[in-house]
């Protein structure tokens, strides 16, 4: 076999002339299906959350916001699509994978929840909570480029546990575990999907006339859901008169610019502060650790690059009249086992640009069953989770464990305020100590959830340092994770000072602690890290 004929090596021509990198290989469909359907539930859940949570009149959502999200998209997968391209090129590689990226879906419910909606329920006016979150976006995209130069060092002195374990625990939490709980509920097909994409993706099985296993499970759960449809059944995910109505609603829609509706969404800069800043916060941690994850699998990519680019898009969209920021997805392992390499980024943005200004995203939600879907989904977060363990040292297992808890926690408390908030009551309403009684540590879970993924990154590397005995870099971090606890960038539910001062106060103490047994440990004989555990273990 000649190099680089199986996509995994540089190319050479018969007479040693090295061809550029391949723009397309077979695994790309894999991908492009993959990862557009991922996309596509985005957008999905976004334009419900638009039409029926904020009550967003149609010539908003499908005249300005979704064709300036489709721009937006174009936009980042073509860059990521050519960032791949250089790194191939520089390194005579054909199996570079470009990172995947798309619309932050923790931003997606925080500027809608936390922004947007409690804006129109005060005007009673949908476009000024588009407004809202327009300068929302533009703040966050100016975050992003400042800190792209900060995030690199950061990134130098964060164990990798650390680093891969939050992320592993946004993984498991709020991208696997709805998708599981759709497939189950809807088994005929969400679990035979599952197995179908198992089985190309784990198993290595290859499908008649190499058809992708993504395309498959979809059209596998069109052909049941319609099929079913056909002779009466109901099993959901498909509707005959919601397909009728999208067909009446294909048009053809550009961006238009709306830098005044930005600006006038300045007049709630207070609102928009709190969770600008966090979340700013949050992006560069989450891109530092999309990165790291990227560079595990083979493919190191310039985080200050990644950064600059996720807010420049971002800025671009929205000055376009998107209130939804861009980033750098979970995945890039993912997209890469199942053959994914440059040609499917450009691929999917394309895509997506004609289903945005062509107004087919309602078309698509109507003949596919999202639960045909949703195993896609589940197979990205348990390849995430999974490298987590296989990509550290086995000795920092407990502390990638540790920076799940904090995911944990806000998942479960996301889950019992939408449940109470079905009934009608809160949390408050109910009584923190009834909960208790019942078992609900309400108020533990909210500390805890709150800035989760600034949290578990400073515990995994607190508990990876002191594993390694690096007591004093374990100290740093303590010492960082009481900075951030005092002003509420993690364990608070809003940016202020003093947000947590007891728990502030703890981390400040662990950190004079770590300190202390730091200067104890340089004082005394050197004991290797084993023989130690070993004896404690006595």
């Known amino acids: ?36 359907t991922n996309i596509l539930v985005n957008l999905l859940v976004l334009t419900g959350l638009l039409r029926f949570v904020l009550g967003m009149p149609d010539a908003i959502t499908f005249g300005r916001i979704l064709p300036a999200i489709g721009l937006m998209l174009c936009l980042s997968t073509a860059y990521y699509g050519w960032l ?71 990134r130098r002195i964060t164990p990798r546990a650390a680093l891969l374990g939050t992320l592993a625990g946004v993984s498991v939490t709020f991208i696997a575990m709805r998708p599981a709980l759709e497939l189950i509920t809807t088994p005929v097909i969400g679990v035979v999907a599952f197995a179908i994409i198992l ?37 959901g995910g498909v509707s005959g008169p919601g397909l ?28 928009i502060l709190v969770t600008a800043i966090p979340f700013g916060i949050y992006d560069l941690v989450e891109a530092m650790d ?38 750098v997805y979970i995945g890039h392992p993912g997209w890469k086992a199942m053959g994914g ?52 040292p086995h000795s920092h297992a407990p502390a990638i464990v540790l920076a799940f808890a904090p995911h944990l926690a806000a998942w479960a408390k996301t889950l019992i305020d939408g449940a109470l908030g079905a009934a009608g009551t809160s949390a408050a309403a109910v009584g923190l100590d009834k909960l208790g009684q019942a078992g609900v540590l309400y108020a533990g879970l909210g500390i805890l959830g709150e800035g989760a993924i600034l949290g578990g990154l400073v515990l995994g590397a607190i508990t990876v340092f002191i594993i390694e005995r690096a007591f004093a870099k374990a100290a740093a971090f303590a010492l960082a994770g009481a900075v951030l606890t005092f002003f509420g960038f993690m364990h608070g539910a809003a940016v202020g000072v003093a947000v947590t001062p007891g728990l502030a106060l703890a981390y400040a103490m662990v950190a004079a602690l770590l300190y202390a047994a730091s200067r104890s440990l340089a004082a005394a004989p050197s004991t290797p890290p084993a023989t130690h555990a070993a004896a404690a273990a006595e």
């Not at 002339?17 to 391949?22: D, E």
């Not at 498959?216 to 002779?231: C, D, E, S, T």
């Not at 009728?244 to 609102?271: E, M, R």
């Open 84 to 154: 791949a391209y250089r790194l191939a090129a520089a390194t005579g590689r054909n199996d570079v994978c470009a990172l995947p990226s798309g619309i932050s879906v923790p931003h997606m419910f925080i500027v809608v929840f936390v922004i947007m909606l409690p804006i129109k329920l005060a005007t009673g006016d949908p476009v000024k909570a588009w407004e809202a979150g327009l300068a929302w976006v533009f703040i966050q995209s100016f975050i992003l480029m400042i800190g792209g130069f900060a995030a690199p060092a950061i």
């Open 290 to 327: 999309n990165v790291e994850s990227a560079e595990v699998a083979g493919d190191p990519y310039p985080t200050t690059r990644v950064l600059t680019a996720d807010g420049v898009v971002s800025l671009i969209g929205c000055l376009m009249g998107n209130p939804f920021i861009n980033a």
């Open 1 to 36: 076999m000649a190099a680089g004929a199986d996509g995994t090596g540089p190319a050479t021509s018969g007479i040693g002339r090295r061809h550029g990198p391949s723009l397309w290989v077979p695994g790309d469909w894999n991908a492009f299906f993959g990862f557009g």
């Open 244 to 271: 009728a109505a999208a067909l009446h609603g294909i048009g053809f829609s550009v961006p238009l610019p709306a830098l005044g509706h930005v600006f006038s969404g300045f007049d709630f800069i207070g609102i």
């Open 199 to 235: 089985l190309a993706w784990f198993g290595g099985l290859r499908y008649p006339g190499r058809l992708p296993a993504g395309l498959v499970a979809i059209l596998f759960g069109m052909g049941i859901a319609w099929g079913a449809k056909l002779f009466g059944l109901d099993i």
């Open 341 to 392: 390499r440059i040609g499917y980024s450009f691929a999917t943005g394309a895509v997506i640009l004609l289903l945005c200004w062509l107004n087919l995203v309602s078309l698509l939600s109507s003949l596919v069953p999202v639960v045909a879907i949703a195993p896609i989904l589940l197979y990205i977060g348990m390849l995430i989770g999974a490298q987590a363990f296989q990509e550290t």
